[in-house]
């Protein structure tokens, strides 16, 4: 790679306090190709401190490479060769691109057709390595029942007309029934849904998948079942001090680790959850309400200057006496992230954002002002990066009021299902995408709708030195052999940046015609949605074809979407709660419009003016974030992983959520949401782990001021009030009836004074 050396010179002079913090880019290096598969990211020093290797997901563009045992500090933003001439992609070279892309994709067809006439021509029939899926299932319909098949298929047709006729009676209805008589005292329906332990069977469970949960899943030990009498809370004793997250400081389990594949930084639980509590950062204040919170921040909340140092010339945040404020939209989009927003609708206009696309993940957050920006065309986004990455982006984001969570493209899939988000997008997301037979990419694949957009603004598109026109190529062979059509490559003049839109294909034919099977097509044993502690798969799933089944179709419009039964909830299929699923989820959606509009709104003693980052602990259909709807929140809906798998159901709805273990710690930064429910949650957590561990780590999340609302079996919202007091909440209100109780309670500032052992 040509460097400029004089800029190499200046910023080596003005980052001295900076270069822990600087490091390898993956997406321009140019020892990239010469690395083996099985060291897609090398690092400064594999032991070296965390701060120093943590470059998967950021927008950083100053950077250090390792080159044959020298560290070297180089530069991507505004690079320029030697010579001084322009770096940047006309248009007309787009145009380039693209009928190049073209070619490349008339060519792989062109031989596809020519080995399907050589191989008729060798009159083989035998079946060999080179026969497409197609052929294969023409074989075996040909050995089946043509009867069989034509009933099976007029049966499942009859099946589909029968639940959109469900749907459509439910939709017409949901406004006419009554509600049922109150048992609580602020009006709320008495009918509390208990789940059926027969439809417990029918349903599968992300702990079914995950092969080592096993080991993990443990019962409570003594020292935590006896912990909710007599215990005497203290600090935690860890170096990671007020940004605390046990299962990603796990320090003793990363200094076994490679650094290899980022799995330093996946998730590392301590064999035993703790239960000491995570100090406040001096001079923390109420944090400032949304949406006045997406401009600024208190500075003592989220104490991290170096952020600032590191990035203010690039627009993302800039220190302003006791407040960070977030002038623009980062590096890709310095003019304003909603024009960046409203660019990409203008190359594509299929992707209508806040209709068409309602779901959305952002990979590599920054400080998420695309994700902040995407709330004004109603449109929920998801962003991640690691932690540590520039000093906390997530834990910006989170303050800012925007939905992120810390996590990794290392080794293991993300914790969401398949075939769920409408776009997928990375702005210098710095994620080596075509490394490694693309096995970053296949992963985006599995979580991407069919037909959903994926949104690569990075150098390579915009940019013509030698790597990235390099990273260009290999990226355009990959998304071929994927089968991604490359919808448009669109310049933004304001912001000087570019993009790439690919979309993935709706139908299996171009899998099924291609010649070379690489990547291949996964095997009928790996289930697309298994995403808890499951390792990642150099694989593509094929397409559902089956009209009743989920990613066959595209959701309806936002906002239909939101209380519509999902079209492949069929009759035959007993929900959650007994009846069939798609009875069962108009009436959890009538259950909690009923139970928020009636006593959550009003009868709990909560200001919602000052709520806006929400989690549900517990969700099952998503009904608790669906009639929030129109309250200016995000709610991060759980579905855990011994949990009937209802997470595709929520995505389906516009919503979003996550997969996780309440045995173990959540991976985001402590002081993170206003508001956290629980609903029937900690009565099973019981069977499992202890309850003294879960309420530390609620502590953990919930931001002082922060409310806890908790329904459950009477006893167990008795222990939680309990251990609630001994942690210095405030309880706002108790009530219990039929055994069944409910408590609200808000966090205060207390913390002990006595620091926890050394480990």
């Not at 062109?110 to 197609?134: F, H, L, M, W």
């Not at 992300?206 to 899943?217: F, G, L, P, V």
């Not at 037909?451 to 390579?460: E, K, L, Q, R």
């Amino acid at each position: 790679m040509t460097l400029n050396q004089g800029t190499n010179q200046e910023i080596a002079t003005n980052t001295d306090n900076k270069s822990k913090f600087i490091q390898k880019s993956f997406e321009t290096t140019s020892d990239r190709n010469e690395q083996t598969k099985d060291e897609p990211s090398n690092s400064k020093n594999d032991e070296s401190k965390d701060s120093g290797n943590n470059q998967n997901t950021l927008e950083d563009d100053d950077r250090q490479v390792k080159q044959d045992g020298e560290v070297k500090e180089t530069v991507s933003e505004n690079r320029e060769n030697p010579e001084g001439t322009n770096i940047e992609i006309s248009e007309e070279e787009n145009e380039q691109r693209m009928e190049q892309h073209q070619r490349q994709e008339e060519q792989q067809k062109d031989r596809n057709q020519k080995e399907d006439k050589d191989s008729q021509n060798d009159g083989n029939t035998a079946v060999t390595e080179g026969v497409t899926i197609k052929d294969k299932l023409k074989n075996d319909e040909a050995n089946t029942d043509p009867t069989d098949s034509s009933d099976r298929h007029s049966s499942s047709k009859e099946a589909a007309e029968k639940d959109n006729q469900l749907r459509l009676t439910n939709e017409n209805n949901m406004d006419d029934k009554q509600q049922k008589s109150s048992n609580f005292p602020h009006g709320e329906s008495s009918g509390i849904p208990e789940e059926s332990k027969e439809s417990m069977k029918t349903w599968s469970t992300q702990a079914d998948h995950s092969d080592n949960h096993k080991e993990r899943k443990k019962g409570p030990s003594e020292d935590q079942d006896a912990s909710i009498n007599g215990l005497s809370w203290t600090l935690c004793n860890v170096t990671a001090g007020a940004d605390y997250i046990p299962c990603l400081d796990n320090e003793k389990a990363i200094s076994k680790l490679h650094r290899k594949h980022f799995e330093h930084r996946e998730r590392h639980c301590p064999e035993e959850a703790p239960t000491c509590l995570v100090p406040l950062p001096q001079g923390y204040r109420t944090p400032i309400e949304w949406p006045i919170s997406r401009e600024k921040i208190w500075y003592h909340n989220v104490p991290h200057t170096k952020l600032a140092e590191v990035k203010g010339h690039q627009n993302w945040v800039k220190v302003s006496g006791e407040v960070l404020t977030f002038p623009g939209g980062g590096t890709q989009f310095i003019h304003g992230a909603l024009h960046y927003i409203d660019f990409i609708q203008q190359a594509v206009p299929q992707i209508a954002w806040g209709k068409h696309t309602r779901t959305v993940l952002d990979v590599g957050c920054g400080v998420a002002s695309f994700g902040g920006y995407l709330f004004d065309r109603d449109v929920l986004a998801i962003s991640f990066a690691p932690k540590d990455e520039h000093e906390a982006q997530v834990q910006f984001a989170l303050e800012r009021g925007i939905p992120a969570i810390s996590a990794v493209m290392g080794s293991q899939r993300l914790p969401f299902p398949s075939n769920v988000f409408d776009v997928i997008h990375c702005a210098r997301c710095r994620v080596p995408w075509h490394v490694e037979g693309g096995t970053l990419l296949l992963e985006l694949n599995r979580m991407l709708r069919p037909g959903g957009y994926f949104v690569w603004s990075a150098t390579p598109v915009y940019q013509n030195l030698e790597e990235d026109v390099q990273i260009w190529k290999e990226m355009s062979a990959l998304t071929i052999s994927m089968c991604w059509k490359l919808v448009t490559i669109k310049k933004d003049k304001l912001n000087m940046v570019g993009a790439a839109i690919y979309r993935k294909p709706e139908t299996n034919e171009c899998y099924e015609e291609r010649k070379q099977k690489q990547p291949p097509m996964c095997g009928d044993d790996d289930d697309p949605n298994a995403a808890w502690y499951v390792p990642l798969q150099s694989c593509m799933h094929r397409v559902p074809t089956d009209e009743a089944k989920r990613g066959s179709q595209w959701p309806q419009e936002w906002p239909q979407r939101l209380q519509v039964s999902p079209y492949w909830l069929n009759r035959s299929q007993m929900g959650i709660y007994g009846k069939p699923a798609a009875e069962d989820f108009v009436a959890d959606y009538e259950h909690w419009q009923s139970m928020v509009s009636k006593t959550y709104l009003s009868g709990l003693g909560i200001s919602w003016s000052n709520v806006r980052n929400i989690m549900d602990m517990r969700a099952v259909y998503g009904g608790f974030a669906a009639a929030l709807r129109d309250l200016k929140v995000w709610v991060l809906n759980v579905v855990n992983t011994d949990s009937p798998d209802t997470l595709p159901i929520i995505y389906e709805r516009g919503l979003f959520g996550i997969y996780h273990d309440w045995c173990e710690s959540f991976s985001t930064y402590p002081r993170s949401y206003d508001l956290l429910h629980a609903d029937h949650l900690f009565s099973r957590l019981k069977k499992r782990c202890g309850l003294a561990p879960v309420m530390a780590e609620v502590d953990r999340i919930a931001r002082p001021g922060g409310k806890l609302i908790v329904r459950d079996k009477s006893s167990v919202v008795r222990e939680v009030e309990n251990l609630l007091k001994s942690l210095h909440w405030e309880i706002h209100l108790t009530f219990s009836k039929n055994k069944q109780g409910i408590l609200s309670a808000q966090k205060s500032d207390w913390r002990p004074d006595i620091y926890a052992a050394a480990s």
